[in-house]
């Protein structure tokens, strides 16, 4: 017989559960949600189905009307770019966010069921000696526009599924970087972005196993060690216990890698700034040239894709946040041939 405190325990968490996911994991105070009301509206706006819904749609032309991209006037104004990402809970578990019940483990959604039932017909049809492939990605690309609205490019992370996406489209070991869009009227290309955040902080965890945390990588150039460890004696040396700090807002989280702080935008960004770069040339000179160069490169880089509006390179004085106006501009000729000649160096380097 089961101790009276687990069945009580059990008893809870079955009477907590039948009410609400949701609740139980806001009254349980693991991680704190807004307001069940606000949840409500953001949660059942629409009823989720596949592909792209017509109430979505509805209101991203409101949406784009309000901000005037159908301006026949600036036709710039219509390109626009679509943006994946993907979430996962656990494999073949089913939950309901309507009513907040959870389905099980092998009620699959409609598609699911209908990809199991292709597998198995597949199987028992086929005539090879080893069973016939099937596809375990599917993505809808090629549209005339969304929302009529032109689609100019699509941006995403580098998970494995957006790689081989990629790899359709060109040969092997080839840069692939568009494809032509037959779909679309003025027989426009549709290019491949991969999503600059992303980038940004898959440099810096690079960056933090060479020398450093695991281990794995051993950077350099012309002889000289790129190094984590140049980062953390700089912040030992004059920034954690000094009165002046040369790079304020350099932290001890800034350094000790944790999950939470790999997933970190802005502290990658922080990391891999001008403020540090400067602060290790002053500190140590010609001994960690090539930290330093290294990480001058990725702040250029996050900040010429990282232009926002028309006047962030004007009042931070900065002209890599200068917005682009000719196809002649000087941080393009750096993108195409000083970063790719830096980032793939010869075989000597």
């Not at 037959?182 to 902080?201: G, N, Q, T, W």
């Not at 945390?213 to 051993?218: A, L, M, S």
Request: net charge neutral.
């Amino acid at each position: 017989m089961a101790p009276m405190n687990d069945i009580k325990m059990v008893s809870v968490l079955a009477s907590q559960i039948k009410c609400s996911i949701r609740g139980f994991e806001r009254d349980s105070g693991f991680i704190t949600l807004p307001s069940s009301r606000t949840l409500f509206d953001y949660s059942h706006y629409t009823k989720s189905d596949n592909g792209f819904l017509p109430d979505v749609v509805k209101e991203l032309k409101n949406e784009a009307s309000k901000r005037e991209m159908y301006s026949t006037v600036d036709p710039w104004k219509n390109y626009v770019g679509l943006l994946f990402d993907e979430i996962k809970v656990k494999s073949d578990l089913v939950y309901d966010k309507h009513s907040g019940e959870l389905i099980g483990y092998c009620n699959l959604d409609k598609v699911g069921n209908q990809i199991m039932n292709f597998e198995r017909i597949m199987k028992d049809t086929s005539t090879t000696e080893t069973d016939a492939d099937i596809a375990k990605y599917m993505l809808v690309l090629m549209r005339t526009g969304f929302a009529q609205l032109k689609v100019l490019f699509l941006t995403w992370d580098g998970a494995s599924a957006n790689r081989k996406f990629f790899n359709i489209y060109g040969q092997v070991n080839e840069f692939i970087h568009y494809t032509n869009n037959p779909y679309a009227d003025d027989e426009r290309k549709l290019y491949f972005i991969s999503d600059v955040p992303h980038l940004v902080k898959t440099t810096r965890n690079c960056f933090s196993n060479s020398y450093s945390h695991k281990n794995t990588r051993k950077m350099w150039k012309v002889g000289k060690d790129i190094s984590w460890m140049h980062l953390l004696k700089l912040f030992e040396d004059h920034c954690e216990l000094s009165l002046y700090s040369p790079c304020p807002k350099l932290t001890r989280s800034h350094l000790d890698m944790t999950t939470y702080g790999c997933m970190k935008v802005n502290i990658a960004a922080q990391v891999l700034s001008s403020t540090v770069a400067n602060a290790l040339e002053m500190m140590y000179g010609d001994n960690v040239t090539e930290t330093v160069n290294f990480i001058r490169i990725m702040n250029k880089l996050f900040d010429c894709l990282n232009v926002r509006n028309l006047y962030e390179g004007r009042n931070k004085r900065n002209p890599d946040l200068e917005p682009y106006t000719t196809v002649n501009d000087e941080r393009l000729h750096w993108l195409r041939e000083t970063l790719l000649s830096t980032l793939i160096p010869g075989n000597n380097q």
